[in-house]
């Protein structure tokens, strides 16, 4: 049976919430589907030492504070999933669980969602799953020939299911250096970059990377030079375990090798290394696939939009997927903004 609603939002992680929030607000029949079984998006699957950029007051979505954890400056991954839980309920948002969207098509006035459950007719729709269902992994010569273990962040749990082993891990981001510390103590660590590591001076968190998002943003919005945006200031947030092992010495890059073998590793220069496991650090790309049918990829595997209304197809907004569809928009402090822009366009074009 098909269901018709104003509006179906795809995803029940934060960015989805945040939109269901909003639109709540401005009275608005919608259903939030969420392809997971439980409540906290992403953050559900973390690794278990996975810590927050920002202390709770600023990791907040709209209209609750998350609450302080005990003990911990910087929030933990599993302290953001019970947050997310008390939040859905908190606010009463109708998510739908479990289901997979697998398309969504043009339907005359509707976009018609297509999941394995059913069909919603929606005059408009938010697409809010995020990256973190595509990892990329790069086309590093020999990857298929490394017989040792290969998995990316998704997929790392914890330093002691590597006890003893000799890990090499790849990326030079906040994951890269964020699961290097967690395995520093524990293991044959060596930690690969493509360019020396550039930490962020040790008093910046994620408040003040929200507010560098957001004056690029409005600077551009204004035609005033570029500020360079949030890269402009670094790579990796020196969160404390970070910081510990840095300052220990523990965390020291190695170029980037230049192929793998059967057995490891290869520089440029002949180097050779062994390795039991590679991690690959090396980020993600926007799950798009459900909106194949509307044929609106651009550049870069993008959707084209202003703001986070997808500029082939006004009644389809992209929310918390990165900057470009919204300053910050894909971290808990940076989406609620655009989350309410996009709640209030598709109000206006309700009406």
Known sequence: MTQVVDVVVIGGGQAGLAAGYHLRR?????????????????????????????????SS???????????????????????????????????????????????????????????W????????????????????????????????TVEYRRPSDFGGQKVVVVGGGNSGAQIAADLASGTDLTWVTLREPRYLADDIDGRALFDHA??????????????????????????????????????????????????????????????DAIIWCTGFRPALSHLGPLGLRGPRGHIPTSGTQARAEPRLHLLGYGDWTGPASATLIGVGRPAREAARQIAEMLR
């Open 121 to 152: 007719r929606a005059r408009s729709v938010i697409s809010a799953t995020g990256t973190w269902w595509r990892p990329f992994l790069p086309a590093v010569p020999g990857r298929t020939e490394f017989k040792g273990t290969q998995l990316h």
């Open 61 to 119: 979505l709209p209209g609750r504070l998350m609450p302080p954890q005990s003990g911990e400056t910087y929030p933990t991954a599993a302290h953001v999933v019970s947050y997310l839980t008390d939040y859905e309920r908190r606010y009463g948002l109708p998510v739908v669980r479990s289901v997979r969207v697998e398309a969504v098509h043009r339907d005359g006035e509707f976009l018609r969602v297509e999941a394995g459950a059913g069909s």
């Open 214 to 275: 957001t004056a690029r943003r409005r600077a551009l919005d204004e035609g005033r030079t570029d500020t360079g945006g949030v890269a402009s200031l670094g790579d990796i947030v020196a969160v404390p375990p970070v910081r510990e092992a840095r300052d220990a010495g523990r965390l020291k890059a190695q170029p980037m090798f230049t192929r793998l073998t059967a057995t490891g590793m290869e520089w440029a220069d002949g180097t050779r290394a062994n390795a």
């Open 26 to 58: 401005l009275g608005l029949d919608f259903v939030v589907l969420d392809a997971q079984a439980e409540p906290g998006g992403a953050w559900r699957h973390a690794w278990d030492s996975l810590h927050l950029f920002s202390p709770a007051a600023y």
